[in-house]
């Protein structure tokens, strides 16, 4: 289990059930993904690297990025997929309800750093066809599984 | 009816972090058949690999491109014919040194005593280079993302019993062992709900010959 | 109340579906239909709380549990997120379907009964070892282990993965130990009680 703290409030999440989720369609989604010019969640927008006070809600922005825009666009594929892409929409969602949570005990402060940096990342997902874009982008979770497991 | 293709199984085989990019030729492949390989960062362009262009080989060794294990990157690889033609490209899944490389067996020393046995384990080392431009071991690199373990299964062949001891450093004891005996089993390296490959050891303990004194 | 039907009408929905869930293991279960002619085929589909919030209340199959004549299939694979989940069961007999019947009640994993684990504790010589049985990736172990007339001093180890006989302590010659274990699974933050307790006497 992976915590994260935001001020008083702290977030767990299963890594363990996301990474296998994920690890199972990785190379399948991966290699759906032609455009591998275009990285959407680049390094210079990373969760580690933003201001304290601005995590939380970049986080949650990520988050809900996921949950509206990538996992439903991403259902179609084999009931082998569907069922992996189900674990991991739902672990997201159960991340997401805590964080919802946290808002009540903490605030989770939406500083411009935050937003700039979501902003970047859908702006790069909005030029782009809509299903290509949420495949690279769940294509991509391990990138962001990387910021979470590097965020302190 | 429709050819065999000129390349297949474009992958990169990486252990500890040395990374090549290997391929095979089709069944029908002739043999002047030339190669070229280009690789790339996860999101940007490609590039070519300059020692890796009209080459006869079915591998090409892009470690130092693929340095930054924390990145991500594809390579591909083409076939040319002399006087006939060009495939198209062939790319590899993309490749992530730090889930993807593969950690090697340690190197492992040990110094049996009359009931106990001292290991000193070697972790491998990669072709990275820390500061002062110290060779890094898979240790140095994990050690910043992970806790790192080492396992030691241990089997006793008098008492027929297996168990296993997980251990925080590369030096430590097993004590409490039967004199003059043989214990056998396996050294692993865990990472990042990883294991490494096993190192396989076999050792005896030395004879109890203080009564002889 | 097994449901019998009278040829011709509607093949009736399954009937009695329970969730039976131990130790992170979840089974759907329910009764069975008694009809005359073909054999009858079930099929589950589940849905979690992304797809009733985020997809349109849909709803998916699960392959290993489609067209089976058992009336009872493993979804733990399915259940695999800490959220309510919705499950539904239907019959086939031929080329007729029944409707879905629905469990009664969402179903979330925290509710799963955690039993206290097996254990077999071994002395090697001076070595005090334990073996736990395999429960998965989910479960961890916590070893409790002292020696006897020492109740007071009392040692504890985290076993994550179980499928080896794990080295607890190096004893002193001809002391007794003894041993207990409880699991925890860390996704629903919850342990089970403790195991019975075991003893064993080092060497001399």
Redesign the interface.
């Known amino acids: 289990?992976k915590q994260l703290h935001f001020g008083h409030c702290v977030v767990?999440m299963?890594m363990?059930?996301i990474?296998k989720?994920f690890g199972e369609i990785k190379?399948m989604t991966?290699?759906q993904d032609q455009y591998?010019?275009?990285?959407l969640l680049?390094r210079s927008y990373s969760l580690q690297d933003t201001k304290t006070e601005d995590r939380c809600c970049f986080f949650h922005y990520l988050l809900k990025f996921y949950?509206?825009n990538v996992?439903?666009q991403c259902?179609a594929n084999s009931?082998?997929h569907?069922?992996r892409v189900?674990?991991i929409?739902?672990?997201?969602?159960?991340i997401k309800?805590e964080l919802t949570l946290c808002d009540t005990v903490t605030t989770c402060p939406c500083g411009k750093e935050a937003i700039h940096r979501y902003e970047q990342i859908l702006s790069r997902f909005e030029r782009m066809e809509s299903h290509s874009a949420a495949l690279k982008a769940l294509?991509e979770l391990?990138?962001l599984l990387?910021w979470i497991?590097k965020t302190e | 009816a429709e050819r065999s293709p000129l390349i297949q199984q474009v992958t990169f085989q990486s252990i500890n972090f040395e990374n090549i990019l290997t391929w095979e030729h089709g069944k029908e492949t002739s043999p002047s058949t030339i190669y070229d390989v280009q690789y790339?960062t996860?999101?940007?362009?490609w590039q070519n690999k300059s020692e890796c262009q009209n080459i006869t080989q079915l591998f090409c060794n892009l470690t130092r491109e693929t340095e930054n294990y924390?990145e991500?990157y594809?390579a591909r690889v083409r076939a040319i014919v002399p006087n006939c033609c060009v495939s198209n490209w062939i790319?590899t899944?993309?490749f992530?040194p730090k889930?993807d490389t593969v950690v090697g067996d340690p190197e492992v020393k040990y110094i049996p005593s009359i009931r106990s046995i001292k290991f000193i384990i070697q972790p491998p080392y990669t072709p990275l280079r820390g500061e002062a431009n110290r060779t890094l071991t898979v240790e140095d690199i994990f050690r910043g993302?992970d806790v790192i373990r080492y396992q030691i299964i241990i089997f006793c062949q008098k008492t027929l019993q297996k168990w296993k001891k997980t251990e925080k450093n590369k030096e430590f004891e097993i004590s409490e062992l039967d004199p003059d005996t043989e214990y056998n089993g396996t050294i692993h390296i865990k990472y990042l709900?990883k294991i490494s490959k096993p190192h396989l050891f076999r050792v005896r303990t030395l004879p109890d010959n203080r009564w002889l004194t | 109340l097994v449901p019998l039907l009278v040829s011709g009408a509607l093949l009736p929905a399954p009937q009695n579906i329970t969730i039976l869930s131990t130790n992170m293991k979840h089974f759907l279960v329910w009764s069975p239909l008694t009809v005359p002619g073909e054999a009858v085929k079930y099929s589950i589909e589940?849905q979690?709380?992304?797809?009733r919030?985020?997809?349109n209340d849909?709803w998916?199959?699960?392959?290993e549990c489609t067209d089976i004549s058992a009336t009872q299939c493993d979804i733990t694979?399915?259940i695999?997120?800490?959220?309510p989940y919705n499950l539904r069961v239907r019959a086939a007999q031929g080329t007729e379907v029944s409707r879905w019947a629905t469990l009664n009640g969402l179903f979330n994993r925290v509710t799963t009964s955690l039993i206290p684990p097996m254990l077999t504790v071994m002395a090697d010589g001076y070595h005090l070892l334990v073996e736990l049985e395999h429960l998965g990736?989910?479960f961890e172990f916590l070893v409790l282990y002292w020696r006897k007339g020492q109740e007071n001093q009392v040692y504890e180890k985290v076993v994550r993965d179980s499928n080896t006989t794990v080295h607890l302590e190096t004893m002193e010659a001809g002391a007794e130990y003894c041993v207990k274990a409880q699991t925890y699974v860390?996704?629903i933050?919850r342990s089970s009680n403790f195991s019975q307790v075991q003893c064993v006497k080092a060497a001399d």
């Open positions: 289990l767990s299963d363990y059930e990474r989720g190379e991966q290699a591998t010019s275009i990285r680049h949950l509206a996992f439903n259902q009931n082998f569907q069922r189900s674990r929409a739902n672990n997201f969602l159960s309800k294509g391990d990138i990387d497991d | 790339k996860y999101g940007a362009t924390t991500r594809y790319v899944p993309r992530y889930e993302h709900e | 589940f979690g709380e992304y797809e919030d985020y997809a849909s998916i199959p699960i392959g694979e399915d695999s997120a800490t959220v990736p989910a860390e996704a933050n």
